[in-house]
Structure formats: C-alpha cells, structure tokens
C-alpha cells in the first residue's frame, strides 16, 4: 500500500472512528501533499511525500513555540493554523492575532524570546541605530564622508554595487545658497541686481560655501 493510500484509508479510518485530532492532521498532510504536486506540476514519489511530511511536521513545531512565546496556547488546536498552507489561507487574521500578542512586549523583550526559541528574526532599527551598525559599516551599506567644510556624517552608499568595485560619493549636495548668484546671473540678473536682491534678504547667499569652492 502506497503512502497516498494509506493516508487515504487514515482519513477513512478517523472519520468512522469521530477521531477529530487524526482527521485533521491526516487532512492537513494530504492537503500539503497536494499543494505541493500544484505548484510544482509534479507527482510525489514515496521520497517526496516523506520530505513534504516532515517538513509539516518542523513548521509545526515551529509554529508551536511561535503560539506559547506570544502567549497564545489556544491556537495549537487551530485547524487552520495548524500548517503553512492553512495559515497562508488564513494570514491575514493570524497576523492580526500576532500583532496584538507582540505588542504586549517591548522590542527588546521580544528579541528575547524569539532568541531563546532559537527562531530566527530580526528587529527593525532606527535610523539611529543603522548608521553605527556593525555590519553595515563592514559591507560598506553605510559609509562616512567629510563634507567640504569638514563636517562628517554617515551616508547610504548606492544600492547598486558591480563585484569588488567601491562605489563612494565624491561630492557633496549643493549648499542653501551656493549657487544662487550663477543661477540668477544665467536668468539675466546683473551683479548690482543680485547684491540688492541679497542685501534685502530677499535671495539667500551662501558666503562660507563661496569660500570653500
């Protein structure tokens, strides 16, 4: 008897019997088997349905500490939560559920205990936090310029990269006012025009950037 079959006779089997626990994990195996043939336009062999159980059988489990560290026991017996293709149907109120749980904890509260499950995760950071990261800093994500007139801060490098090749900014963003005078001028403002736009405070001149250049 073929693994297919013997589910089929299970499922049978647990029906007559008002077997409501062996019902529902039977059918939540057979469902996942099916999906699995759908989306990949294939038809399992013996192999194929024992990898696609025990992969169930780790999302379960995974699921379970998920359930106990939000403090959300009376999920576990949730059919349709009780698989990934059940709780992909079912996202949308599941992460609401989630979302209420997480938010009786602080961040750092949570990255304990998602830590101490051995759930892999990772919280979202401040832009505080993302100009000192370590390993942004490492990978070159973020970098540290001196501006032309000497001040330094951290700036996001390109997202595009091209192998080993760094990719730095080498110029700074205009300051207020450095150009204003050529703008003007090319508009066809004479310089006494300009000096009295200044004067007036009506045109902004950035003196010190002048300088620099």
Same mark, same amino acid.
């Given at each position: ?6 589910? &089929? ?11 409501? =626990?062996?019902?529902?994990?039977? $059918? ?6 099916? &999906?699995?043939? =759908? ?17 169930q059988l780790k999302q379960r489990r995974d699921a379970l500490v998920e359930f106990e ?41 949570? =990255? ?22 370590? &390993? ?16 330094? $801060? ?31 001028r090319e508009l066809g403002y004479s310089d006494s025009d300009i000096e009295a736009l200044?004067?007036?405070?009506? =045109?902004?001149?950035n003196k010190e950037a002048c300088e620099i250049c």
């Amino acid at each position: 008897m073929s693994l297919k079959q013997k589910l &089929q006779e299970d499922l049978k089997s647990s029906m007559k019997n008002k077997d409501t =626990v062996r019902k529902s994990v039977v $059918t939540l195996i057979r469902a996942s088997i099916k &999906q699995y043939e =759908v989306d990949n336009r294939v038809e399992l062999d013996e192999d194929g349905i024992i990898d696609v159980i025990a992969k169930q059988l780790k999302q379960r489990r995974d699921a379970l500490v998920e359930f106990e560290k939000a403090g959300r026991e009376d999920l576990i017996k949730e059919e349709k939560f009780a698989s990934s293709v059940e709780s992909k149907k079912n996202a949308t109120e599941l992460i609401s559920i989630l979302d209420g749980e997480f938010a009786k904890f602080t961040q750092n509260e949570m =990255v304990e205990k998602l830590t101490a499950a051995d759930i892999a995760h990772e919280k979202i950071q401040h832009v505080n936090d993302v100009v000192t990261d370590e &390993q942004a800093i490492a990978n070159n994500y973020i970098y540290e310029h001196t501006s032309k007139n000497g001040n330094k $801060t951290m700036l996001a490098s390109t997202p595009v990269k091209f192998g080993n090749i760094e990719v730095n900014m080498t110029c700074d963003a205009p300051l207020i006012g450095e150009h204003s005078d050529e703008i003007l001028r090319e508009l066809g403002y004479s310089d006494s025009d300009i000096e009295a736009l200044i004067e007036s405070g009506i =045109v902004t001149m950035n003196k010190e950037a002048c300088e620099i250049c």
